[in-house]
């Protein structure tokens, strides 16, 4: 069963592999908040627990305004880091390579309002392993 989630990110807590953040304590509040986000996505959505081994896609949405050039979706995979760790254990058994066999990435269209960021997160049971 193909399992679908999508989390709405607000500026404040975007992180991108373009801008590192320095100050850890800073970086580690937002992971958690991340980690809360997802969990509460997750929930609120009712999901079933994923077992075995999946393949996770990842399609992002930039706010308006960002130049279709730029922001390229892999760009946005400490913020999909944090987003799967918040779904372990309760809805992922783990997010290691035995379970999550293989992750992808795709820019979706730009969102119309300012400020915010989308991620829809698909997870595909994988029964033959790779």
């Known amino acids: 069963m193909i399992t679908e989630l999508t989390f709405e990110i607000p500026k404040s ?3 991108t592999s373009n801008r590192h953040i320095v100050n850890l304590p800073y970086r580690a509040r937002l992971v958690r908040d991340l980690h809360q986000l997802a969990a509460a996505t997750a929930t609120i959505a009712r999901l079933e627990p994923v077992k075995g081994q999946v393949h996770v896609h990842w399609t992002v949405r930039y706010p308006k305004g960002v130049r279709r050039d730029k922001g390229e979706a892999s760009n946005a995979q400490p913020t999909t880091k944090a987003l799967l ?16 066999v293989a992750e992808t990435f795709q820019r979706g269209p730009n ?7 989308t991620v829809r997160l698909v997870m595909t049971p994988q029964e033959v392993p790779w």
């Open 13 to 15: 807590l975007w992180l």
């Open 85 to 100: 760790d918040g779904l372990v254990p309760t809805w992922l058994t783990d997010d290691g390579p035995q379970y999550v």
């Open 111 to 117: 969102l119309d309002e300012r400020e915010i960021h």
